[in-house]
Nanobody, 121 residues
Framework: QVQLVESGGGLVQAGGSLRLSCAAS????????MAWFRQVTGKEREFVAVISRGTYYGNAVKGRFTISRDNAKNAVYLQMNSLKPEDTAVYYC?????????????????WGQGTQVTVSS
């Protein structure tokens, strides 16, 4: 059974940093695209970043967030710097079953349970 488990969320002041982790089990994702999305209650899920053969970012986080992966640990990370109150959301880790990069959440087969990130002003 495939599982994605996020960790690292929490409360941080504006301008601060957090590092989210996503540990995958049940399948090796080293050759597949993995991504981070975020969602605010009542709004659509928003693309944040994806890593496959390269990395791609949503416009709202470009230059502040960095996605990376450790294939030996079957894990993906999201380093978030210069956080803003508008970054407050539940952050989800997601994985595809191939290496093709897509930014729509409908392209992802596996999802974690989410981790809350709250940025205070």
């Amino acid at each position: 059974q495939v599982q994605l488990v996020e960790s690292g969320g929490g409360l941080v002041q504006a301008g601060g940093s957090l590092r989210l982790s996503c540990a995958a089990s049940g399948r090796t994702f080293s050759n597949f695209a993995m991504a981070w999305f975020r969602q605010v209650t009542g709004k659509e899920r928003e693309f944040v970043a994806v890593i496959s053969r390269g990395t791609y970012y949503g416009n709202a986080v470009k230059g502040r967030f960095t996605i990376s992966r450790d294939n030996a640990k079957n894990a993906v990370y999201l380093q978030m710097n210069s956080l803003k109150p508008e970054d407050t959301a539940v952050y989800y880790c997601a994985a595809r079953d191939n290496a093709v990069v897509v930014t729509s959440d409908r392209g992802y087969v596996y999802w974690g349970q989410g981790t809350q990130v709250t940025v205070s002003s």
